[in-house]
């Protein structure tokens, strides 16, 4: 059992920066490979960059790449997104997610809210 906890959501003016942080919690996460989702208000929840656990290769949505950054500190059990040159599009509730053939395990979400 994995419990995924987010944190570092806000207020940013476009052009900023912000970075969240997942905090993961149960010995068999180092099997998960982490992901990071969100969800803008009336759209459905897209997928927006991943760590594949068996080679650490990151994967973005086109519509961050560039931008975004996702890691993991391994000791920490956490993982990061950092949000760089943010635009209002970049609105929505964040969720980390993490899983092996699926993403099983999901967070509660953190908002960020960039203003034009």
């Known amino acids: 059992q994995v419990q995924l906890v987010e944190s570092g959501g806000g207020l940013v003016q476009a052009g900023g920066s912000l970075r969240l942080s997942c905090a993961a919690s149960g010995r068999t996460f180092s099997r998960y490979s982490p992901a990071w989702f969100r969800q803008a208000p009336g759209k459905e929840r897209e997928f927006v960059a991943r760590?594949?656990?068996?080679?650490?290769?990151?994967y973005y949505a086109d519509s961050v790449k560039g931008r975004f950054t996702i890691s993991e500190d391994s000791a920490k059990n956490t993982v990061y997104l950092q949000m760089n040159s943010l635009k209002p599009e970049d609105t929505a509730v964040y969720y980390c997610s993490a899983g092996i053939n699926s993403y099983d395990y999901w967070g509660q979400g953190t908002q960020v809210t960039v203003s034009s």
């Open positions: 760590i594949r656990r068996s080679n650490g290769v990151t």
